[in-house]
């Protein structure tokens, strides 16, 4: 759809967060019209910041759901509304708390990592949370006597693991949208474009970060894009992200990975990476979730005080 038709819809959000005093915060994977209208695009640290320190009275999160729940956790007397309340994650769904529990309780050395991208309830169980874009920084200042539990990423752990050579027991989940690139597919488009930087996503398989310029966080990519005098990238990610890298990057060109495997499906063509759930929110749904302030996220107290520690350590330890 041409953006113009959007612009009443926007229009009217505009004037709904006005009568609210209402902030709208949206990922990098959002549709362009849904980041136009935000007041702040970014990765899941960014937003985690911004969320802790707006003075909004209603926080209208266009993400997913474990990210509206971690503004809640931040903000336990605002309003929290997020457009669809269905947006899950693959990796969220990997980790139950209860499960993790259990794991926890055949180590009592264990200090447990937990990339954000999980429940309350497991944010709740951990000691620290992490994102793409501090999991390096938070796993080096870790107590150097306690055995460490990374949930639930494994592809973000082994990287993490990688980069710091600190051994950690990986829990065994995935992101279903980055695990489909591969490495074939890659070297493909590396022929192709052979002067193009390629920027991945560290949710992404080992075989295909080998293949990286640069692996980095949703953020971090757009700062690497901006700052290297290149002029073509391949980026291995949600392809949400091109509408901002095009944005603040004029004259730069951006190339979805795909996420099919050409030796398999050779004739298949380019189906960009999507993530299902981040693509559950409209603009339309965003209006809707402010007229009736909700689907709102509620959370039992206990797990709001619980979830809120490792939070407060995680940026704490970003700001150093
Ligand atoms: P970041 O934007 O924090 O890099 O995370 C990517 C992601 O998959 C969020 O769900
Ligand atoms: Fe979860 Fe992957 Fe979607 Fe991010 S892109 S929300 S990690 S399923």
Redesign the pocket.
């Known amino acids: 759809m041409p953006r113009a038709a959007f612009e009443p819809l926007a229009q009217e959000i505009r004037a709904l967060k006005q009568s609210l005093n209402a902030v709208i915060l949206a990922h990098n994977?959002q549709v362009p019209e849904i980041q136009d209208v935000a007041d702040f695009v970014g990765d899941s640290l960014g937003l985690a910041q911004h969320a802790a320190r707006t003075d909004a009275e209603v926080i209208v999160f266009c993400?997913?759901h474990f990210m509206a729940e971690t503004a809640k956790i931040l903000n336990p007397e605002k309003i929290v509304v997020l457009p669809d309340k269905d947006a899950?994650?693959?990796?969220?769904e990997s980790c139950p708390a209860d499960q993790l529990a259990a794991l926890q309780s055949t180590n009592p050395n264990f200090w447990t990592i937990a990339y954000i991208?999980c429940s309350a309830a497991v944010k709740a169980l951990c000691d620290v949370i992490v994102t793409s874009g501090n999991a390096e920084k938070i796993v080096r200042a870790a107590p150097a006597d306690k055995d460490l539990l990374f949930v639930p990423?494994e592809n973000l752990g082994a990287w993490v693991m990688e980069q710091t050579g600190r051994p950690m027991t990986l829990w065994q989940g995935n992101?279903?949208?980055?695990v489909e690139f591969r490495r074939e597919s890659l070297l493909q488009l590396r022929r192709q474009f052979p002067e193009a930087k390629v920027v991945v996503h560290p949710?992404s398989l080992r075989e295909v970060r080998d293949l990286a310029d640069a692996v980095c966080s949703t953020e971090r990519m757009i700062t690497y894009c901006k700052a290297s005098p290149a002029l073509q990238f391949v980026i291995v990610t949600?392809s949400g992200i091109i509408h901002r890298m095009q944005k603040e990057c004029p004259g730069k060109e951006f190339i979805c990975a795909p996420t099919f495997d050409v030796m398999r499906a050779p004739t298949d063509h380019c189906r960009c990476s999507e993530?299902?759930?981040?693509k559950l929110n409209t603009l339309e749904k965003v209006r809707d979730c402010m007229k009736r302030l909700g689907p709102r996220v509620e959370l039992p107290p206990e797990i709001l005080r619980r979830a809120r520690l490792p939070l407060e350590r995680m940026l704490e330890i970003s700001a150093r």
């Open positions: 994977y993400g997913v899950g994650c693959s990796l969220e991208n990423d992101c279903y949208a980055h949710e949600e993530c299902k759930f981040m």
